[in-house]
């Protein structure tokens, strides 16, 4: 696991009323408790700032987020389980309720909370050669983080209940064709 930063594991950068979070938790920005409040906390600090206009979220590393902490989510008691599904979505909840445009910016792999997260965005820019997806289904776990409605919004119910009960990636260009974003970043 990595340690955070000074400022944890997102970084937040203000530049011509543009400010960029970006995620940064080593090895492949696998989300934890610790990760979703410091995504909370940052959106909800762009809100009070009178110099945002909008909101870039992408990340270091190869992945752009790669989910929930499998790790991290085997050794929670079950009575913990529910509150970090709660977290999760109070977060992304907080990222979709900013009052400015939100963008994806996913330069690497999406999948499941990953792209739950990238959904509460609105453009997605996905990088050639990225894999979306959703493979909960293939790992006996149900998606929490609102991704079900989010995914039925963005492209219809045909389309999330193959994606659901597949659990299959899509390529940026399935996922355009979709409507899952433009593929533009290379």
Known sequence: MGTPT???YVRVK????????TVDRPPANA??????????????SLVRRGDVGAVVITSTR???????????????DDSLFPRFVSAIQRGFDDL?????????????PAVGGGLELALACDPRFVAEGTRLGL?????RLLLGAGGTQRLVEAVGKGPTLELLYTGRAVTPEEGLRLGLGPVSMR
Not at 96 to 108: S, T
């Open 62 to 76: 190869s992945r752009f987020i790669a989910g929930a902490d499998i790790k991290m989510l085997r050794g929670l």
């Open 135 to 139: 493979p909960e289904v293939r790992l």
């Open 14 to 21: 203000v530049e011509r009323a543009v400010a960029v979070l």
């Open 6 to 8: 000074e400022n944890g």
């Open 31 to 44: 989300l934890d408790r610790q990760l979703v409040d410091q995504l909370s906390r940052a959106a909800t």
């Open 96 to 108: 979709q309720r900013l009052p400015m445009p939100r963008i994806a910016a996913v330069n690497g």
